[in-house]
């Protein structure tokens, strides 16, 4: 018997192992790390290729895992509408760089969630999460990442639809922010990801370039869609720099749960029950200049809080403190090249690795600050998903599809150059398991040796 239970429980979890999920944007805990393991290193078109598939149209949204699913954002097939003007007096050969119709192809009306087969890439359940789809430069109405528990699923989207799944697609609630909380004034529309923890959905709307309306985070209860509280977030920021496309962190400490918010001139931290802010600091924009939008989202990673800006500067801070924490909790600053303005960076507690715009990567002694290597130069090109790390590898994707495979640790090694066909690459990859998986323009890969 003895035996027997040992044997059951090498079983159960080796395939907890191969399962492993990735349940939101950037995995399990939002660092951009997973337990992944047996990950390859090189691949092609008939090596190490498990299945590839058409997706109905591009998306910037990352997939996530959970179980024996893969959970994919995407727009419909139907035609898309013209780009939304983002400011009438801006001239016209600006508001179309970049626009993605001609890049990527055609997107429907319809924001869809697709359940998939992670085993051969069947399309199990795709059910509607909102309709009104705009195309606003790198990205469209279907941006935000989805979050699960494994037993219901979160999708948002651009416009602002929270809505509420099971497993088997079936819709159970719909939230609506702007309906709720008023209009977004984001300058390139809404693409934040939720966040999930002790049953709460929380969200942030940092906005300010085309609205006088406050900033605030939100959470909602994530079984029933019931508001559970809303905090305005005050800012100071000019022009633009209140405007921030952000994912919200969790960070835990001393038993209690924060949430990290990253944007208009400052990071601040708040009481997951309420919502009140329990410390902010600046330093993120120290000349307060009017175009300091940020993209990259902050990363918690080992007591430590990574905030990153319009490529300079980086803060470091510790974790702890109340109120302003911006001199009694500064760890380190990043001022030099490699620090980057769309990739958010990754953190496994001890090295912190930064992919600048252009493929180039950099990595420093988390604590510290101290450069260990970088900026070296992966050979992608210009990119805008940010980088993972599993199985002691780092993987980063370029807007071409170019796939870097670099050595994780304090010595720089480039191990592999890849591809993944597809056309304009903009989602960050997702690792379970043994299988990585990517999404180009037009195709969903799963990667992983036989």
């Not at 380190?332 to 490699?338: E, H, I, S, T």
């Not at 191990?415 to 379970?432: D, M």
Request: some cysteine.
């Amino acid at each position: 018997m003895t035996r027997l239970i040992t044997i059951f429980v090498i079983l159960a979890a080796t395939a907890s192992s191969m399962f492993a999920d990735w349940p939101q944007w950037r995995g399990p805990h939002g660092t951009g790390v997973a337990n992944a393991k047996n990950l390859p290193v090189t691949w092609d078109e008939e090596t190490n290729v498990a299945w590839r598939i058409e997706l109905p149209a591009w998306s910037g949204s990352s997939p996530i895992i959970s179980g024996d699913r893969v959970l994919v954002m995407s727009p419909s097939l139907q035609p898309v509408k013209e780009e939304e003007p983002v400011n009438e007096d801006e001239p016209q050969r600006r508001r179309r760089r970049g626009a993605v119709g001609t890049i990527m192809g055609p997107g429907g009306n319809e924001i869809m969630l697709l359940s998939i087969d992670r085993k051969n890439g069947s399309i199990i359940w795709q059910s509607k999460v909102d309709t009104g789809n705009w195309m606003r430069n790198k990205h469209n109405s279907s941006s935000p990442s989805p979050i699960t528990d494994g037993q219901m699923i979160w999708a948002t989207s651009g416009n602002g639809v929270v809505t509420a799944f099971d497993l088997d697609g079936n819709k159970k609630w719909s939230f609506d922010i702007q309906k709720s909380y008023g209009q977004f004034g984001l300058g390139f529309g809404y693409a934040s990801s939720p966040i999930l923890h002790d049953g709460k959905l929380v969200l942030q709307v940092l906005h300010g370039r085309r609205t006088d309306d406050p900033s605030y985070l939100f959470a909602l209860d994530a079984k029933t869609g019931e508001a559970l509280w809303r905090q305005e977030r005050p800012t100071d920021a000019l022009a633009e720099s209140p405007d921030s496309y952000t994912t919200p962190a969790l960070l835990m400490h001393n038993g209690a749960a924060q949430v990290v918010v990253l944007g208009g001139d400052y990071v601040t931290g708040h009481d997951l029950s309420s919502g009140v802010e329990l410390w902010r600091s600046s330093g993120i924009n120290p000349y307060q200049e009017s175009n300091y939008r940020i993209i990259a989202s902050p990363v918690v990673a080992d007591g430590m809080i990574f905030a990153p800006t319009r490529k300079t500067p980086l803060i470091a801070l510790k974790a702890g403190g109340q109120g302003d924490i911006t001199k009694s909790h500064f760890a380190w600053k990043w001022d030099q090249p490699g620090s980057p303005d769309v990739p958010t960076p990754l953190s496994d507690g001890e090295y912190f690795y930064m992919l600048d715009d252009q493929g180039q990567l950099t990595c420093v002694d988390a604590k510290s600050g101290n450069s260990l290597w970088g900026p070296e130069e992966t050979g992608i090109g210009r990119t805008s998903a940010s980088p993972i790390l599993a199985d002691g590898k780092i993987y980063a994707v370029s807007e071409t599809g170019d796939v870097a495979v670099i050595k994780a640790g304090s010595e720089f090694k480039l191990l592999a150059n890849n591809k993944v066909e597809g056309g304009y690459t903009l989602s960050t990859p997702a690792a379970s398991g043994n299988q990585l998986f990517f999404r180009t323009a037009k195709y969903l890969y799963c990667i992983s040796k036989p």
